[in-house]
């Protein structure tokens, strides 16, 4: 049986050790903080992109709707970045207009007028919502499947870096309408630490690309919603808008006032042609919820208090032959940390991320050998070996966490169809 909440989507561990790890800094850089927002509520956009334009620096916004953006000083004068968000109209702006320390970029929702979707709307946006789960077996893959993904995992200790862990993975997915659980196998995978300072606390993400994964929320729906649960969130419709030029329907969802237990908030972006979930952007509900640091924290020492302040997750599908593949998903806790004795808080901040290269039907049902599965418990800056395999990686030498994965991905796709 399933948890019926995704709490194994945020396992952590804390330990007591003498290690903290320190990110390599880059000389020539000039750095721009601040927050995307929606330009008329001031609701602030969690895994909205900013892009350089013209170059491959590209960085989402965290859990807060901020991000930091580093830029080479020789572009200072000439950049623009551009702006995006799902339902948003993009906006490019010249560099020299960025505040590098609060900078605010308002963003305006793009929307459509229903009367332009031709389709019979289900009368609430709680029936629409549950008939998305109803059409699984003709919006979303009924095979055996094998993707390619890349996965990476960042945790950061304020604003530094604490720990910085990348992979090449093997995803064994299931049909959509099957039970069983998808597996997992470990082709390549590096870290890049530092031990030379020392801490008395470090915090370490268990999971690996199973926290990515277990967010494709059309494979399992029960870790955010339920029949029981169903009945405990608010739906609406919010503007329809358009995502990669296809109109699609827009629900929000909200846990209703008087539910003890933590449960979530967030948009659903609904294909208005076949009715699949395009993408999903929401965050776990942590404020005044009883017991959330049992929902994430797997161990830790007994003096320690561990806070989360924010869970937010991403998923998007890619549309091929009719069908709609998990392609991409994200996500982001934020943590405060409190041990006895000690006048200062730390801040930890994480990241898991995973995108998929390729994928293809797995027609002879291949199935992964038990040795070669991993582990729901697997640390993966704790199985990776430094900069292991440098002939795999080649050029693309160092880990850069403040760039998009797909331009990571682009960096190895040579090195990737060579080995497949």
Known sequence: MRYRLPWILACLIALLCTMNVRSQELDNFIEYRGTVVDDTTNERL???????????????????????LKVPTSMRQTARVVVAFLGYQPKEIPLTEFDENNQRIGLVASTIALSEINVVLPKNAKELVKKVFDLRKQNNPVEHTIMTAFYRETIKKGRKNASLAEAIVQLYKEPYLSLKSDKISLYKSRKSTDYSRLDTLAVKLQGGPFNALYIDLMKYPEYVFTQETMKWYDFSFGSATTVNDRPVYVVNFNQLPGISEPLFQGKLFIDSNTLALVSAVYSLNLTGKPKVENLFVRKKPLDVTVIPTKAAYRVDYREKNGKWYYGY???????????????FNKNYSLMSEMAVTDWSINEDKEKLAKRDKM???????????????????????????EKSIEIAIEKIRKQLKRNH
Do not use: C, H
């Open 375 to 401: 582990k729901t418990t697997i640390v993966i800056s704790d199985e990776a070996s430094g900069f292991s395999d440098p002939a795999f990686w080649g050029a693309y030498n160092v880990i850069e966490p």
């Open 329 to 343: 998903s994200n996500v982001q806790l934020a943590l405060k940390i409190k041990k006895k004795r000690s006048w």
């Open 46 to 68: 969690v895994f909205a992109n900013l892009m350089v334009k013209g170059t491959n620096m590209s960085v989402i916004t965290n859990g807060e709707g901020e991000f930091l």
